[in-house]
């Protein structure tokens, strides 16, 4: 067995437990799995003392930034950990600068979950493609836009860049360093004995309520947009929607664009895909039958808008995040 890799997870105080324990669950395992020590884990803090989880949690860091961390070896797979509240704190300048001067030297770098804002906040994804949660991708988007942000990825490999989606996802990141480390059939032994996907079906947006239609714009077009909201199998076309709003239909169409931010006939495809998951989930209705009652033309069109917004067929849906009965 090589030198072991040094793989460094820097926790910010708030952190989100899983972003730190799950990767590091997964090389700990792999370390197992290759019957050697592969991989040696590291937590970083940014100040003295133990590091506060969001669960109230604490963790005692291996080391501090700017201090004792120095004389160590020489990391190999640098890590961010996110927090719940990553997206709206307040960048740490000495956080920042200890990331710009570490990464040049490491082989891999990347974030977990909203850990991405910090190397954002620092500079270090200008010009790349990473992911992010979900929830705060478009943030990160808007806030970074030299920065592109693939919302729907599970993890995004860029260079030297590394990057994962939501929480859970740091555990599919870490696996596919193990793979590109240790071969393929020891990342496969560690999924199982992890009891996790090797290789996770689907993208992220899957789990994500962001799609579900809300009203917007004025109360009137709220009005229109409740209505559909309540009636996914009714006739929702350009033409019917704007007469409910006594506007032609052109105007309508440009009215819905610029106060909804969509056009009508995207934002009832997420009506009706936000209608046919809760029947799925629910589990009582084959994909045919929620075609119908959600106002799809056919259960092909159904599964194509699945595809295009979740990047899963309805019914490996229903059988991921349906209510199982007995």
Same mark, same amino acid.
């Given at each position: ?7 460094? *997870? ?8 899983? #972003? ?44 501090? *930034? ?9 990391? /190999? ?11 709206? +704190? ?9 990331? !710009?001067?570490? *990464? ?8 977990? $979950? ?18 992010? /949660? ?15 942000? #693939? ?15 939501? =929480? ?31 290789? !996770? ?49 052109? /105007? ?15 934002? =009832? ?22 075609? +119908?009652? $959600? ?16 990047? *899963? ?6 059988? !991921?995040?349906? /209510?199982?009965?007995?």
């Amino acid at each position: 067995m090589r030198t072991p890799k040094t793989i460094a *997870i820097l926790a910010l105080p708030g952190v989100q437990l899983l #972003d730190v324990s799950g990767p590091l669950d997964v090389f700990a395992e792999a370390n197992l799995q290759a019957g050697a020590e592969a991989y040696r884990l590291r937590v970083v803090a940014s100040r003295p003392g133990a590091i506060r989880s969001s669960s109230g949690v604490r963790l005692m860091p291996d080391a501090v *930034i700017g201090r004792d961390d120095e004389a160590g070896e020489p990391i /190999h797979t640098l890590l961010v950990a996110g927090s719940p509240h990553a997206a709206g +704190a307040v960048a740490d300048a000495d956080v920042a600068a200890w990331l !710009r001067a570490r *990464i040049p030297a490491v082989r891999r770098y990347g974030s977990v $979950c909203s850990g991405a804002f910090v190397l954002a906040q620092a500079g270090l994804l200008n010009g790349r493609r990473v992911t992010t /949660h979900w929830a705060v991708a478009e943030q990160l988007a808007r806030d970074f836009p030299a920065v592109t942000v #693939d919302a729907d990825a599970i993890h995004v490999r860029d260079g030297r860049l590394r990057t994962a989606a939501g =929480v859970t996802a740091g555990l599919d990141l870490a696996l596919v360093l193990v793979e590109e480390d240790l071969g393929r059939a020891v990342a496969m032994q560690v999924a199982a004995q992890l009891v996790m996907f090797f290789k !996770r079906p689907g993208g992220q947006m899957q789990f994500s309520r962001k799609g579900d239609a809300v009203p917007a714009g004025r109360s009137a077009l709220q009005e229109v947009q409740r209505w559909a909201a309540a009636n996914p199998a009714a006739e929702l076309g350009i033409a019917q929607l704007a007469a409910r709003m006594g506007l032609s239909a052109r /105007h309508f169409a440009r009215l819905f664009a610029q106060e909804v931010g969509v056009t009508p006939a995207a934002w =009832v495809e997420g009506v009706r895909v936000a209608a046919a998951r809760a029947l799925l989930e629910a589990g009582e209705a084959a994909p045919k039958q929620v075609a +119908a009652v $959600c106002g799809f033309s056919d259960v092909d069109t159904l599964r194509r808008a699945f595809q295009r917004r979740l990047g *899963i067929t309805p019914a490996e849906y229903r059988r !991921r995040h349906g /209510h199982a009965r007995g």
